[in-house]
């Protein structure tokens, strides 16, 4: 393990940037199991930090596969009514959620996809209601990651798993800026120039972004009144928060009918335990209507399937190629990270916070201005030092957001 010091300054980013826990607040925990020292350094930090009440759920990639392999149908398609009632009863108490992960990228390799997409499904569904209040930012809630042997070994092979361990830890620490004396200034700085850009991008209105690059081109509408998010959000009750740490994006959604053109990934996505790698989707008005992929394209195929909105777009994302994630060469198989590398996209459901007063409208209101609704969202990157973007103003005219996988417009 990293020396004590540096893993307490990881906590306390975690609890005062990430999730922002305040004074008489609970806070539940999702958590690897490997990772229990790390949390019980975040649990106790959560405690001097005024937390009322901390729960933490601890999570296990070996019973997680077991699980998979031996259990019926009918039990994969099944969540329990306690579950759903325990992440509903966090968000109505408006409770903070944090993730702390890491888990196997090839977990599931050899499961079934029909298997993983059944449980996937049925999670989506019967975590609707919770989903609504993160994706409305009702509450705080926010991801790091730990790192694990099988995970570490697999971004730096050939490692022993105690020297992959350690140098998984370094990069994790040198790219969410732990490394530096004052995270949580240098934290301060990062939302700060994120706002920026994301301010900048919403007084451009652009109409579409036209996305170019080996194996893509790629037309995507945007919604009148989309607005653009990056780094920091504000939850219902005031509280600044970083949903992901790291963060290097600013986002927003596509229409959901008015994407058009193919588009190829540049790096593997991980989904449900399974990798999905080397693949392309061509749309026609906001649709997938072809697909193939050199790894995992049954899992893709599942995942499309999923629902009509998981066949169209949530979210585009842009991330100048010279980011810390980007530029530590890794590729880390796992999206919270490799989202942070280069520009992306998500099939599946949009944020109704990316569209002006999106959290006030029902699900009709909504879909009236071309927001995708679907029980999935799932990110995956199409960035590269070879892409470039222009960005479609309201008048017709062209600029130039993106040349050779960096900004062309100044943020």
């Not at 392309?280 to 209507?289: A, E, H, I, N, Q």
């Amino acid at each position: 393990m990293p020396e004590q010091n540096v893993l307490e300054k990881y906590a306390e980013l975690a609890l005062v940037k990430g999730v922002n826990i305040q004074k008489n607040q609970a806070l539940m925990i999702n958590a690897s199991i490997e990772g229990a020292e790390f949390v019980r350094i975040v649990v106790r930090k959560a405690y001097e930090l005024g937390a009322k009440d901390v729960q933490v759920n601890w999570e296990d990639d070996e019973l997680t596969l077991l699980k998979y392999k031996n259990a019926p149908e009918e039990v994969l398609q099944n969540v329990p009514e306690w579950r759903v009632k325990l992440y509903n009863w966090i968000a109505e108490e408006k409770g903070a959620v944090l993730s702390i992960r890491g888990t196997n990228p090839d977990l599931l390799g050899e499961i079934d996809p029909s298997r993983v997409a059944m449980a996937s499904k049925a999670a989506g569904e019967a975590m609707k209601k919770f989903r609504q209040y993160t994706m409305n930012d009702r509450i705080t809630w926010s991801i790091v990651a730990i790192p694990k042997g099988d995970w570490a070994q697999k971004i730096f092979p050939g490692q022993t798993e105690e020297e992959a361990v350690a140098n998984l830890w370094e990069a994790i620490f040198k790219i969410v800026r732990v490394d530096q004396d004052n995270p949580i200034e240098a934290w301060n700085k990062h939302n700060a120039k994120l706002e920026k850009a994301r301010g900048i991008l919403n007084e451009k209105r652009y109409k579409k972004l036209v996305f170019t690059a080996p194996g893509t081109d790629l037309e995507i509408e945007l919604p009148e009144g989309h607005v653009w998010k990056g780094g920091s959000a504000i939850s219902e009750d005031g509280t600044e928060f970083n949903p992901n740490i790291p963060t290097e994006e600013v986002f927003t959604m596509p229409h959901k009918y008015g994407v058009n053109g193919t588009v190829s990934s540049t790096k593997p996505l991980n989904y449900g335990g399974s990798l999905i790698d080397n693949f392309s989707l061509t749309f026609k008005d906001g649709k997938v209507v072809d697909f193939k992929a050199e790894q995992g394209e049954k899992v893709l195929e599942h995942l499309l399937n999923t629902d009509e909105g998981s066949r169209r777009l949530g979210e585009v994302a842009l991330v100048p190629h010279e980011s810390p994630v980007s530029q530590s060469g890794l590729i880390f198989y796992n999206t919270l990270f490799d989202e942070n590398a280069s520009c992306h996209i998500a099939l599946g459901k949009a944020y109704p916070t990316n569209i002006e007063g999106g959290s006030d409208m029902n699900e009709d209101q909504l879909d009236k201005h071309g927001v995708n609704d679907s029980l999935s969202h799932v990110d995956f990157m199409i960035g590269s030092e070879k892409i470039n973007i222009q960005g479609i103003k309201q008048d017709g005219t062209k600029e130039q957001v993106f040349k050779d996988g960096t900004w062309a417009i100044e943020v």
